[in-house]
């Protein structure tokens, strides 16, 4: 009898590196045809699933992973702390960093006032700038923070979605660099210094200019 598998507990899907495998297809194919492929794919990864018969949450797990490959901003449900909608889909041609924090995190609160100038010097250049709390009561202690330290960047709290771009955050602060594509192209993880900071960002930034 074929043993029962089942899935690591850490698993996350790899959303940023399935994302490139697909834009690479479609530049070679035409996006109706791709994107019955990507139906038929599923479809396989479904009855595969069934057949070797994993736990419920696994197997939703990837079933959000093949929504979110197909259409990524599907999966996203993000509001600012202004109530205005944020999906990444709209950063598009521009350099982006994504600041995992939390309020009572100090590190973080040092890169306050660093991500506030690269917002206000490098905005102007296509840099934008996004933070994550990860506070476990949310707006209730982002809100006072925001007003307190003067930040002038959108921030949304954590979702699913975010964890299915970015993976699992284990320490904080956390920053990903993203390129004028989407792409994640650096991680900063735990305390930095403003320079290393700035040194990703005019990287990025002059990188795309050269393309």
């Known amino acids: ?20 495998r697909l834009r ?11 994107r019955l492929g990507i139906a038929a794919g599923t479809t396989l990864v479904v ?3 069934l057949a070797f018969g994993p736990t419920r949450a696994y197997t939703q797990r990837c079933l959000d992973a093949c929504v979110a490959i197909v259409n990524p901003a599907a999966s996203e ?13 709209n950063f598009s041609g521009r350099v982006v960093l994504v600041n995992f924090f939390a309020t009572w995190c100090e590190p973080c609160r040092a890169e306050v006032q660093w991500l506030n100038e690269f917002q206000r010097e490098y905005g102007p250049q296509g840099l934008s700038v996004v933070a994550v709390s990860l506070d476990e009561d949310g707006w209730k202690s982002v ?30 602060p956390t920053s990903f660099f ?4 989407g792409v994640v192209v650096a991680v900063q ?10 040194s990703q960002i005019r990287n ?4 795309s200019k050269q393309m």
């Open 1 to 20: 009898m074929t043993p029962k598998l089942e899935p690591l507990p850490e698993w996350t899907p790899n959303i940023e590196a399935a994302l490139q």
């Open 24 to 34: 690479a297809k479609q530049a070679a194919t035409q996006r109706n045809r791709q």
């Open 47 to 49: 009855s595969s699933m």
């Open 77 to 89: 449900n993000l509001t600012d702390q202004d109530g205005q909608p944020i999906r990444f889909a």
């Open 143 to 172: 809100c006072p923070f925001l007003a307190q330290h003067g930040v002038a960047y959108p921030v949304v709290l954590d979702h699913a979605s975010l964890r299915q771009r970015f993976g699992e955050v284990r320490s904080l």
């Open 178 to 181: 993203l390129d004028r594509n």
């Open 189 to 198: 993880s735990g305390r930095a210094s403003k320079e290393s900071l700035e």
């Open 204 to 207: 990025l930034l002059a990188a």
